[in-house]
């Protein structure tokens, strides 16, 4: 059950004891930093850890993770705290090991395209300290997460459709393994036909299998132009078959957003914009002036075809910059329209063929309930989110956005999709795990957490723990 | 040791019997077709299954190893036979699970751009079948090889560079577990955050923790306009240079191929072309008309700047497809200018950066030795290959072709590369698995391979056994 711990407080003690020795005052127990480091960025039930320990080196985090591994107390990697489905909390206590100190870059490899981090930089350190190279790092949660955070829970967002997600830009990971020894999980080359593919078994493993403390992943040449466009459509499907039609032409759409009318009505009042509050794609294009022009008249002609109206383009970056903050936002739009809501955001994940129907049955579950949520998505790749806004302490707000979003859950398993497209399990989605793989494959995923983590150490309850 | 069986006689004939009960003549144990399953396509010791069953359904797979898992008796799956690392040699007996009756082509979703086959389609029957459909699979090792075999060996080649290798490309598998029981180890939804990734744990497993009797992979819409291009440089170097910058300016070359004088060479010789005998790449261009003229007209800047002449179009289809016709053909070239010799592709990949000292330390190792081998290389990726060729029973050859190769891997370790790019482990390359990944990273992969696999029977002695 979880706030249950499986240690007596002496061992506790004598741990904070031990790491207090390693780390003077990098080992924290005060109530207001293990409340900060209590869960993540959404309404799951928080849960301190009883310290907090600020590692500077791999081989401190071995350490940390040797002594707990000693105690037999639970480890819980911390990135940037961004985290939406409870991978944070330390539902059987123990001690969180906060990555914030861990921020150097530590080589960039301009010829290879590839950069090697400490697990805490985040993504935007990292495309600043990169400007000058003329490279960048395109994965783009929203959120401002570490990279090994997005590693961990194998993160996504707006141009995965172009650049792909986590699973296909991470090159390599130092792990410090449950028994806190260290690992380098490949080489960095691009490619590797040798042996077990340790690198994507950590990607995604949401802290469960070790503590992911250096990231390498590829970077992409700053394309030359860049140019946004935005469309408004008559229905969601009319938006989507949209969206089909591009991504079926081989169009390499670095971006393609849909925001239903109920977002743009919360982004126009959070953000001080005036987009039309319809169903609406938000777009980006990269490559060269020529091909960008290309891909843009093309998607229009798309659109037109479908009903799509008012193709607005956003050539200059202000305006384009200013277009996708409005868009990082919309979670933060959404909650302020209802003052005091805690938010959670859920993401399925369909084959594209689904999605329309995916999203229309949603709408009308939507509708028949005191609910209003925004739906949002990276619909080039059949991912979208809904955004639950619930009171804190009202338990039928609670029970129906729970009840909804297992109905979307099971409408998307059912359409072939996935319980989480770029979130993780974490603790939120362990209810549908099994649903979606079975019993063999999640016996598999177990059998793998038993083996690398006998004593279930790291962060346990979470992921696989079904 | 190889070539030592670890079970009776008497359980063999027992399980023959059994699976003759369960297959009828699809179980044979005929000399001559053991003996045709008993290796790959090179120079490794074969080593024939003591029976062969030819499944043809995933449920009769089940059952296959189910009674191999009783009787404690190996399975091999096979698949076209095209590995070269020695991954299909019984090397402690047991029972070939031959994939090739198992070539149904499930279903192709248009909209959602992927397929699901049995593991026993080859890409050139899957790329026949989607011919109408506007769609194509990219991946290309050159042989045509088997799905199965490809996700197997995480295999990719001369188009890796723009659609990625089988890693990015494998959307689920469906796997015969050691027990006989059978998982599918992912949805069809194109992302997920759900859980351990199972289906990149089986990519690249190269059958050691199940058989793989389905495969879904991502399809892409066969490009408007595809063009070719050869231009010829001084030098490795000059080809490289090339390579980087055109990699580095985002320019999205479908292929980028190094070919080195003596493999041109062999290729005139064999395929009666005229190519000119020069460090050459060949090149790919897929897009729009327009976008393929753009990008190919700047590679050309780029290969002038480097010294790069005769820059030679190839806008023809039929041209283009003798082109890489002959390039697939280069390993048959090579053999050809020896008769009677067996060949050894070997593979590494190095970062780009590394690639030219890499190529040009290992010519200046040919030059020292009685061996001519050409070279030639997926470039782009940082991916090359050397071909040796050895005299069947001449322990010179081989020790010659031995320490070469070990000298190569070293390099390219020591150069921050894998001893494999595509070709796999097999037992080919077991002796540089732990200098690759060192002792506890190869620890963790027998721990995954001893929890799967607790009896030790499917595909023993490769990939992880060291």
Known sequence: MFGKHQYHPATLNSLVRSLREQLGDRLVTTRAVREQHAQGES????????????????EEVGRIVSLCHEAKV????????TSIEGQLGAVYGGIAVDMSRMNKILVVHEEDMDCRVQ????????NEYLRDTGLFFPIDPGADASLGGMAATRASGTNAVRYGTMR????????????????KTARRARKSAAGYDLTRLFVGSEGTLGVITEVAVRLYGMPEAMSAAIVNFPSVDAAVQTVITTIRMG???????????YSLYAINRYSNTHYPEKDTLFLEFHGTEQSVAEQANTVAEIASEEGGSGFHWVTKE???NQMWEARHKTYYAALALKPGCKGWSTDVCVPISALAECIAETKKDLEGTF?????????????????????????????????????????ALALGGTCTGEHGIGVGKLPYLRAEHGDEAVNIMQLIKQVIDPLNIMNPGKTVAV
């Open 318 to 320: 202000e305006e384009r």
């Open 119 to 126: 697990a805490g930089v985040t993504r935007k350190q990292l």
């Open 371 to 411: 609910f209003k949520a925004p739906v949002i998505g990276h619909v080039g790749d059949g991912n979208f989110h809904v955004l639950w806004m619930m009171e804190p302490g009202n338990q039928a707000h609670i029970d129906e956005a729970v009840r909804l979003n297992g109905r979307l859950v099971e409408r």
């Open 43 to 58: 309404w799951h039930t928080p849960y301190p850890p009883d310290a907090v320990a600020f590692p500077v080196s791999t």
């Open 251 to 261: 169009i390499p759409v670095a971006r393609i957003e849909l925001l239903d009318d």
């Open 74 to 81: 639970p480890v819980i990697p911390f990135g940037a705290g």
């Open 168 to 183: 296909e830009n991470v090159l390599s990971l130092t792990v410090v393994l449950p028994n806190g020894r260290i690992i």
